[in-house]
Structure formats: C-alpha cells, structure tokens
C-alpha cells in the first residue's frame, strides 16, 4: 500500500502559479504511475495530469495542456503538478493518485490510492 499527502494548495490571482506536491510513503514509489485529478464543487472529479513510472510518459487534459507540467523525482518519493497560467475556471480541490497498471491512464477508476486533496482557488 501507498500513502499520498498533497501539498501547495491556496489562493493565487488569475494568471499566478502553484506548485502542487505530492509526497508518497509506504511502498516503492517507482513501482506506481502517478495521476492528478481535481474536483470542483457540484462537479465530477476530472483528469488534469499523468506520468509513468519513470518519468518518460505523460498526458494532460486538453483544458490544461501547456500550462500545467507533471514531473516526479523518485529519489524523493514526490510528484509535482506545476500549474501557471492558472485561470478561475482552475479552481478545485487537486488530488493525487497512484496507478500500479502497466500504462498510464485517465481514468481515476484505475487508481487505488488516492491521498486527502488540496484545495485551490484562483480569483478573477
């Protein structure tokens, strides 16, 4: 089993940055892809962000592509959702997720460890 805490969250005016955390314990970090995913109030919970095992691979919602960028350093057991740009529209509670399957996906229903959320708000 994995633990998440996701970390970095809080309130940035529109066109600001965050870098969103995700700290994993428990078992071998490398062994999971990673996922973020966000949630905003009356909302389903969405895909933003992937990345493989390694590194290598990554996807990205359409909504976010080329402002925000996932990376991991597995030396640190960490995965990192850098999000510029940020727009209202952002604002959500983020979730980190881990993936044991071969490939990375979008679908959170793949993910079995999830951590608590952080949340962030981006003001017009």
């Known amino acids: 089993q994995v633990q998440l805490v996701e970390s970095g969250g809080g309130l940035v005016q529109a066109g600001g940055s965050l870098r969103l955390s995700c700290a994993a314990s428990?078992?071998?970090?490398?062994?999971?892809?990673v996922g973020w995913f966000r949630q905003a109030p009356g909302k389903e919970r969405e895909f933003v962000a992937a990345?493989?095992?390694?590194?290598?691979?990554?996807t990205y919602a359409d909504s976010v592509k080329g402002r925000f960028t996932i990376s991991r350093d597995n030396a640190k057991n960490t995965a990192y959702l850098q999000m510029n740009s940020l727009k209202p529209e952002d604002t959500a509670i983020y979730y980190c997720?881990?993936?044991?399957?071969?490939?990375?996906?979008?679908?959170?229903?793949?993910?079995?460890?999830w951590g608590q959320g952080t949340q962030v708000t981006v003001s017009s």
């Open positions: 990345i493989s095992r390694t590194g290598r691979s990554t």
């Open positions: 428990g078992r071998t970090f490398i062994n999971y892809n």
């Open positions: 997720a881990a993936d044991a399957a071969v490939q990375i996906s979008r679908d959170p229903l793949r993910y079995n460890y």
